[in-house]
């Protein structure tokens, strides 16, 4: 199963196309904000040569990312988060910082759906030669989730994510250099947000 960021994209965009277009308005989150984000990770490296995985590997997820209001129903945040397999040899991980825009089309509905790029950075994900290989390439980010409410100002927000990388350089300076690879990792997770 090979997932791919324009079809991602597009159902989120054909998601927003057929709500009413009076759906703008309130969201849950109010202000600006900070909190954590934990769950499962699955990471992917697709590339022609021999090197690669084939097929997703599961771990954990891991992030943190502060945010605040953009215009009417529009956030933006800047998060920091990543992948991480601690059962794999070599330790392999990718660590991605975002700056993403979160859109609520629904009114007074925690629903958002995100999006947006930055850099990742990213080691042992391909686990040949002597030295784990790593390197670092932008990156894509879209996702969708939903804002729970709760009392002292605290949103429970389950998300789904996919993070893109589609032009990596993996090499570790020696035996392993492997160029325009691509690379996903899905998280599945929760996020505890203080506003």
């Known amino acids: 199963m090979?997932?791919?960021?324009?079809?991602?994209?597009?159902?989120?965009?054909?998601?927003?196309?057929?709500?009413p277009s009076g759906a703008r308005g309130q969201t849950v989150l109010d202000g600006f904000w900070?909190?954590?984000?934990?769950?499962?990770?699955w990471a992917?490296?697709?590339?022609?040569?021999?090197?690669?995985?084939?097929?997703?590997n599961p771990g954990l997820q891991w992030g943190l990312q502060v945010g605040g209001p953009?215009?009417?129903?529009?956030?933006?945040s800047v998060e920091v988060s990543g992948y991480y397999d601690p059962e794999a040899g070599g330790d392999p991980w990718l660590a991605?910082?975002?700056?993403?825009?979160?859109?609520?089309?629904?009114?007074?509905?925690?629903?958002?759906?995100?999006?947006g790029g930055g850099y990742?950075?990213?080691?042992?994900?391909?686990?040949?030669?002597?030295?784990?290989?790593?390197?670092?390439?932008?990156?894509?980010?879209?996702?969708?989730?939903?804002?729970f409410g709760t009392s002292q100002g605290i949103a429970v927000s389950p998300f789904l994510d996919l993070i893109a990388v589609p032009s990596a350089d993996i090499s570790n300076g020696g035996d392993v250099d492997?160029?325009?690879?691509?690379?996903?990792?899905?998280?599945?997770?929760?996020?505890?947000l203080k506003t």
């Open 44 to 56: 992917d490296v697709s590339c022609d040569g021999e090197d690669c995985e084939d097929g997703f």
């Open 70 to 76: 953009a215009g009417q129903a529009v956030h933006w």
């Open 96 to 115: 991605a910082g975002s700056l993403l825009l979160r859109w609520s089309p629904l009114y007074d509905s925690g629903w958002f759906l995100k999006g």
């Open 178 to 192: 492997i160029s325009g690879a691509t690379i996903y990792v899905i998280q599945l997770g929760v996020s505890l």
């Open 2 to 19: 090979r997932l791919r960021v324009p079809a991602l994209l597009a159902f989120c965009a054909a998601s927003a196309l057929v709500l």
């Open 120 to 147: 990742s950075l990213y080691k042992g994900l391909v686990p040949v030669g002597e030295t784990p290989p790593d390197g670092g390439a932008f990156s894509l980010e879209v996702g969708t989730g939903w804002d």
């Open 34 to 41: 900070g909190g954590i984000n934990v769950g499962g990770a």
